[in-house]
């Protein structure tokens, strides 16, 4: 019950995590619930959004809001991702890291996920782990095309993970994404 997301960002400059279809396959591939039961093992509950519902202004499910895949795995809506993306097949992606830091839960969980994508969307990815130190600053300098951090609320309102981790100007938007109206909003 604690305001905190742990997630895996796509650095949106590289390949092929540049086409929005991409990064939803691999989503949409990832069953969330099974790491929770079977990886974590920690009574986490499995992350639909970025920031909590519970939070001000955070989407709601009570309301109805989308929160994009399920907790379980999608991979038949994975692969229509991917094919609808400009690459259109896992055998014509580029090579592809993912990227945590050495801590033993970190590489469980990256081992299950890879092994997520390998099965529900035949994609085999490479998995690198730094010390942390060193981690940060690859992230700072130049960010892999898929990497995992964690976001844990300062106040309790969905701006300060929109805001902190998400606007083009904030020293935490590893991802590389921008958008102009975004950041006025």
Not at 22 to 49: C, E, L, M, N
Not at 50 to 69: E, I, K, V
Not at 81 to 96: Q, V, W
Not at 112 to 126: P, R, Y
Request: proline share 8%.
């Amino acid at each position: 019950p604690e305001y905190c997301t742990y997630y895996y960002g796509f650095n949106v400059t590289k390949p092929p995590f540049d086409d929005a279809n991409v990064r939803k396959a691999f989503s949409w591939a990832i069953d969330r619930q099974a790491i929770v039961d079977y990886v974590t093992k920690g009574g986490q509950v499995p992350a639909r959004w970025f920031s909590r519902p519970g939070l001000t202004a955070a989407p709601s499910p009570d309301l109805g809001d989308d929160f994009g895949p399920p907790v379980t795995a999608d991979p038949e809506k994975a692969k229509a991702f991917l094919a609808a993306s400009k690459y259109g097949s896992a055998d014509k992606l580029p090579e592809i890291t993912l990227m945590a830091n050495q801590v033993e839960g970190h590489v469980k969980i990256a081992e299950a996920i890879q092994q997520m994508w390998q099965e529900n969307l035949g994609v085999k990815v490479n998995f690198v782990t730094q010390e942390w130190k060193v981690y940060l600053d690859t992230l700072d300098q130049d960010p892999p095309q898929i990497w995992r951090l964690g976001w844990c609320y300062d106040y309790a309102d969905a701006d300060n993970f929109a805001r902190g981790v998400f606007r083009s100007d904030s020293g935490n938007n590893h991802t590389k994404w921008a958008n102009p109206e975004y950041d006025k909003l």
